[in-house]
T-cell receptor
Framework: AQTVTQSQPEMSVQEAETVTLSCTYDTSESDYYLFWYKQPPSRQMILVIRQEAYKQQNATENRFSVNFQKAAKSFSLKISDSQLGDAAMYFCAACFNSGYALNFGKGTSLLVTP | DTGVSQNPRHKITKRGQNVTFRCDPISEHNRLYWYRQTLGQGPEFLTYFQNEAQLEKSRLLSDRFSAERPKGSFSTLEIQRTEQGDSAMYLC?????????????FGPGTRLLVL
């Protein structure tokens, strides 16, 4: 079975600090794509960052970066200099080569405190 | 580029009624996806289209569910004889057709409540 697991239901970070959200996945495929999506309360889901499994270099997007450990099947998201607007539900998702569907984790709710 | 749009945004219906949702993808995107998201869960894949062809359906898509994408533009998702368990957020997404793993762009969703 191809699964995505987020083991942290909730996380909290102070403004300007750094937080890391964890994600692990299970697949027997060698090529796949990994994503982090952000879903603010009552607002639509938006892409935060995307990583191709064949690329060793970790993706970065401004204050957002990933730590992709292919052997460990781990894909964590680091948010630096956290801002109040970062408060949201964060979903880790994977697209495996066997199909086009995104497989999502259950999400991590991120609270940012002043 | 106005993004993915979905209508209605909210729908309240009584058990046993039929409901239909509409999704308008980003204009140049040939792939369109439907997902269902229940409270406290991540979205779950229902089905996807490439142009007008429905290429994959999840086991979650029971016989009461039907999706169409005539002419490869907008898509509709119909639920017949709704049940309380159908209450959820229904999300639509679209992507280009460059290959597997292309970024999917999501709409705001339609929240369904079945009484």
């Amino acid at each position: 079975a191809q699964t995505v697991t987020q083991s942290q239901p909730e996380m909290s970070v102070q403004e300007a600090e750094t937080v890391t959200l964890s994600c692990t996945y299970d697949t027997s495929e060698s090529d796949y794509y990994l994503f982090w999506y952000k879903q603010p309360p009552s607002r639509q889901m938006i892409l935060v960052i995307r990583q191709e499994a064949y690329k060793q270099q970790n993706a970065t997007e401004n204050r957002f970066s990933v730590n992709f450990q292919k052997a460990a099947k781990s894909f964590s998201l680091k948010i630096s200099d956290s801002q109040l607007g970062d408060a949201a539900m964060y979903f880790c998702a994977a697209c495996f080569n066997s199909g086009y569907a995104l497989n999502f984790g259950k999400g991590t709710s991120l609270l940012v405190t002043p | 580029d106005t993004g993915v749009s979905q209508n209605p945004r909210h729908k309240i219906t009584k058990r046993g009624q039929n409901v239909t949702f509409r999704c308008d993808p980003i204009s140049e995107h040939n792939r369109l996806y439907w997902y269902r998201q229940t409270l406290g869960q991540g979205p779950e894949f229902l089905t996807y289209f490439q142009n007008e062809a429905q290429l994959e359906k999840s086991r979650l898509l029971s016989d009461r569910f039907s999706a169409e994408r005539p002419k490869g533009s907008f898509s509709t998702l119909e639920i017949q004889r709704t049940e309380q368990g159908d209450s959820a957020m229904y999300l639509c997404a679209s992507s280009s057709t460059k290959g597997v793993g292309e970024t999917q762009y999501f709409g705001p969703g339609t929240r369904l409540l079945v009484l």
